[in-house]
Every structure is written in C-alpha cells, then in structure tokens.
C-alpha cells in the first residue's frame, strides 16, 4: 500500500526544545517537501529535495533543519530559533519528470508550550 | 504575490453541481492551472490540472476560458464529503522550482 506516512500525528514540546518531524514514503519519488500551514492559511513552503543529499530552503526557511540521507525519509527538525513553532506540518512528495503532481501525507499537528 | 483569485467561502446543495471559479489573470503561456482541496486537518489531495483544454476526470471537470485568465472547477454531483477547502495553483510546466504556492483557497460546504 504506497503512500506517505508521517509520525506522529500530534506532537507537544516544551519552548527551546529542538524536535524532529518523520517523513517516510514509499512511493519512490524524487523529491519530497516539506510546508507550514497555520489557521486558516495556505501551505507555505519550508524545505524541498530533488534528490538524495541535497535540499533547498523555501519560502520559510528559517529555524528549521532537513536532511535527505535516504530516498524514501526527509525528516525536518524545529529548532529553538524558530519563533512560532506551533502549526500544521505537512510532507509531500513527487516525481521529477512530467508535471510532477504532488502527494500529501496526513500532516503532524506540532504544539509548543 | 497572490498569482490567482478565489472566493473565500461557497454553498452547495447535496446532489448539485458545485462550480468553484478562479482568476488568474496574469497567468503565462508556460502554466498550468492546478487544483488541489483539503479536508479538515488532512493532506491536500491533488483533484485535476489543465493547460489550455477542457479536463475531466473521475473527480471533477476544469473549465479553462479561451483567453486563459480565469478558469472553473466543476463539481458534477457535490457530496457530504466533498465539504473542504479548494485550492487554485497556477505553476510553471517546465524549470527546476517545483514548489506549489497554495493561497487561502475557497471554503466549499456542502449542505443536505
């Protein structure tokens, strides 16, 4: 059953903590994507990769981390300099040839405290 | 720099057409119009994309006009289920940004 799946669906943490988001697919795309979205907002983009050790900022870059080691994980970290934490996380990925539609997983809802 | 328009907030009938319109007026001859919807607390789920022809697949239709600058999202028999948040993206076919800019979309409620 392809898909992606990210863990956990919700996540509580303490201000100054760093946390990590998981991203797993097994679709085998290329790239994968990381975006915020807040309450009643769009999707703003944080990170993306194109392909295995090598990613580039988005829109909001600042305050987080990714790393892309393997094709199938693109975990994002939340570190302490991220003023504003707490939102919906949403991982995506896709192919890079053709129109490259997007797939979604069901997002981690992260709440800093 | 919002590339398209929507209306915040749409009703529709359960078992009627829902017919969601966007404008993007500044649209290029290298884009494509996408539509993305979201559940509440899901995913977006990718519904259909179009360059410059009609479309249609097992979810909806997408209604380009001729000069491009606006285009309609069909709905042909609007369910309970299809209550959510529709998005109208406009990106580019081709280039190595693949990056989908989603807006705040327009709130489609379906009632019974």
């Known amino acids: 059953d392809g898909g992606i799946t990210q863990s956990p669906k919700y996540l509580f943490r303490k201000e100054g903590q760093n946390v990590t988001l998981s991203c797993e697919q097994n679709l085998n795309h290329d790239a994968m994507y990381w975006y915020r979205q807040d309450p009643g907002q769009g999707l703003r983009l944080i990170y993306y990769?194109?392909?295995?050790?090598?990613?580039q900022k988005g829109d909001i870059a600042e305050g987080y981390s990714v790393s892309r080691e393997k094709k199938e994980s693109f975990p994002l970290t939340v570190t302490s300099a991220q003023k504003n934490p707490t939102a919906f996380y949403l991982c995506?990925?896709?192919?890079?040839?053709?129109?490259?539609?997007?797939?979604f997983g069901p997002g981690t809802r992260l709440t800093v405290l | 720099d919002a590339k398209t328009t929507q209306p915040p907030s749409m009703d529709c009938a359960e078992g009627r057409a829902a017919n969601l319109p966007c404008n993007h007026s500044?649209?290029?001859?290298?884009?494509?119009v996408y539509w993305y919807r979201q559940i509440h607390s899901q995913g977006p789920q990718y519904i259909i994309h179009g360059l410059k022809n009609n479309e249609t697949n097992e979810m909806a239709s997408l209604i380009i006009t001729e000069d491009r600058k606006s285009s309609t999202l069909i709905l042909p028999h609007a369910t309970l289920r299809d209550t959510a948040v529709y998005y109208c993206i406009v990106r580019p076919i081709r280039g190595s940004n693949y990056k989908l800019t989603f807006g705040k979309g327009t709130l489609l409620t379906v009632n019974p």
């Open positions: 990769s194109q392909i295995v050790n090598d990613f």
């Open positions: 500044t649209i290029s001859g290298n884009e494509y």
């Open positions: 995506a990925s896709s192919i890079l040839q053709g129109l490259h539609e997007q797939f």
